[in-house]
């Protein structure tokens, strides 16, 4: 496209070396990353997914619940992460304004998304402090409130 046509293209820019397997093995980068989300005060466990099958599975029957992680071929890493979020994490940011409450300015991020880019923030340090540069994408699941 032209500068003119009014569209504007953007290249995303992500870390690029090592493949994960070249170091770690998945059992261990997804324990590394569910230790992470663990540590985060709101978190009260991970979790399984609706189905019970939300998990980085190794040998025999070893495997770490709530992280999932998925290998493109000469693509990203996507991780997903599935936590179950303390109810009083939400109460003590929402204050007493109740759930149906829209008079919230709309420059502030919704506190859902907020917690998310917590979740997320903790799996690319662990991936980066484990010395991992690779192209990650994360996605967080919220998957129960307790």
């Given at each position: ?42 978190v ?5 997914g609706p ?6 599975y190794?040998s ?11 290998h ?6 996507f991780?997903e ?8 994490a ?6 007493t ?5 829209t ?40 998957d129960?409130?307790?």
């Amino acid at each position: 496209m032209s500068p003119d046509s009014g569209y504007i293209t953007i290249e995303a820019q992500v870390p690029m070396v090592q493949g994960v397997s070249e170091q770690v093995n998945d059992i261990v980068l997804a324990r590394a990353i569910a230790q992470a989300v663990r540590d985060i005060p709101w978190v009260v466990d991970m979790s399984s997914g609706p189905f019970n099958v939300e998990a980085t599975y190794g040998s025999g029957e070893e495997r770490v619940i709530g992280v999932v992680l998925r290998h493109a071929a000469l693509g990203p890493l996507f991780v997903e992460v599935h936590v179950v979020v303390a109810e009083t994490a939400l109460l003590e940011v929402s204050g007493t304004a109740s759930l149906s409450d829209t008079s919230f300015n709309s420059d502030e991020v919704p506190l859902l998304a907020r917690l998310a880019n917590q979740a997320r923030a903790a799996v690319y340090h662990t991936i980066f402090d484990m010395d991992l540069l690779v192209p990650i994408v994360v996605d967080v699941a919220i998957d129960d409130i307790q």
